[in-house]
């Protein structure tokens, strides 16, 4: 079985400082990987993904991930946040690509001014 | 494209009662899928649906849980004789055709309370 592992609940940061979301995964087999992000008073929305090819994977709004498969983890990174990255963040795999996700518990990023 | 929705936002229940709630998934997407996340917690898979053939549930799922996708459209979530433990908030999600790594748009979900 797989599982998704967030050490982080919640990430306080200042605007425009560099951010780090962690995640580790476990599983016997390869995967893939999503980040989701769920604003406040909405559903979830995907933010990346990895599937195959460059293990570097990056979002419209500024956000990377890496897949690291040696140490099996996908953090999510931003080199400067700003007030509207306020949410939560959720790590997910899955084994065959479609959609029956296992997500970690999540983490809230808090950035203030 | 009007998104995912859910109804209701919010159901206040006694244990005991029985509950059903609706998803209305984006017009056209085949596969539609339930997830339930309870407090502090990751969403936890329940079931999945292509077009009206429900094609996968969890272990999570217990007999007093049925889902229905009738003609493929809108489903419903039923859970029988509620207890406590089902406290917790009711996702659904749609996708166009069950392409690799596709895509999941969510709803804002059920809130299900149970006294």
């Known amino acids: 079985a797989q599982s998704v592992t967030q050490l982080d609940s919640q990430v306080p940061v200042f605007e425009e400082a560099p951010v780090e979301l962690r995640c580790n995964y476990s599983?016997?087999?390869?995967?893939?990987l999503f980040w989701y992000v769920q604003y406040p008073n909405q559903g979830l929305q995907l933010l990346l993904k990895?599937?195959?090819?460059?293990?570097l994977v990056k979002s419209i709004n500024g956000f990377e991930a890496e897949f690291n498969k040696s140490q099996t983890s996908f953090h999510l990174r931003k080199p400067s946040v700003h007030i509207s990255d306020t949410a939560e963040y959720f790590c997910a795999v899955s084994v065959t690509g479609f959609q029956k996700l296992v997500f970690g518990t999540g983490t809230r990023l808090l950035v203030s001014p | 494209d009007t998104g995912v929705s859910q109804d209701p936002r919010h159901k206040i229940t006694k244990r005991g009662q029985n509950v059903t709630f609706r998803c209305d998934p984006i017009s056209e997407h085949n596969r539609l899928y339930w997830y339930r996340q309870t407090l502090g917690q990751g969403p936890e898979f329940l079931t999945y649906?292509?077009?009206?053939?429900?094609?996968?549930k969890s272990r999570l799922l217990s007999d007093r849980f049925s889902a229905e996708r009738p003609k493929g459209s809108f489903s419903t979530l039923e859970i029988q004789r509620t207890e406590q433990g089902d406290s917790a908030m009711y996702l659904c999600a749609s996708s166009p055709g069950g392409g690799l790594g596709e895509k999941l748009f969510f709803g804002s979900g059920t809130q299900l309370s149970v006294l």
């Open positions: 649906f292509q077009n009206e053939a429900q094609l996968e």
């Open positions: 599983s016997s087999v390869s995967v893939y």
């Open positions: 990895y599937l195959s090819g460059s293990t």
